[in-house]
């Protein structure tokens, strides 16, 4: 599974940002797709997974209410919608998939995109 994630850039505190995950190689079926953050100086953080098969939703407190995430099965595409953009945001952002069930922890994602940078101005 080769994942390809796309959709960062820089915009102001407040605005939006859709983030892209494409998978090629198989189907994201029987997978966890989930999105992580890095920032400078801190650790790996949990943003947001999607079951594949159940549509089953997850979602970091720290987004939580700001951010939504979906999926286009015919395109084999994860989404990541994140409204009301704060700096504290800024990172890079990277889509990866799992065998296991709605998963948070980075050690089960067994794929990873390239990352994609966020970064909010304020």
């Known amino acids: 599974v080769q994942l390809q994630a796309s959709g960062g850039g820089l915009v102001q505190a407040g605005g939006s940002l859709r983030l892209s995950c494409t998978a090629s190689?198989?189907?994201?079926?029987?997978?966890?797709m989930g999105w992580f953050r890095h920032a400078p100086g801190r650790e790996r953080e949990f943003v947001a997974a999607h079951h594949w098969d159940s549509g089953v939703v997850d979602y970091a407190d720290s987004v939580k209410g700001r951010s939504t995430i979906s999926r286009d099965i015919p395109g084999n595409t994860v989404y990541l919608q994140m409204n009301s953009l704060k700096p504290e945001d800024t990172a890079v952002y990277y889509c990866?998939?799992?065998?296991?069930?709605?998963?948070?922890?980075?050690?089960?994602?067994?794929?990873w995109g390239q990352g994609t940078q966020v970064t909010v101005s304020s």
């Open positions: 990866a998939a799992s065998r296991t069930v709605l998963t948070r922890a980075p050690s089960s994602y067994g794929y």
């Open positions: 190689g198989r189907t994201f079926s029987g997978y966890t």
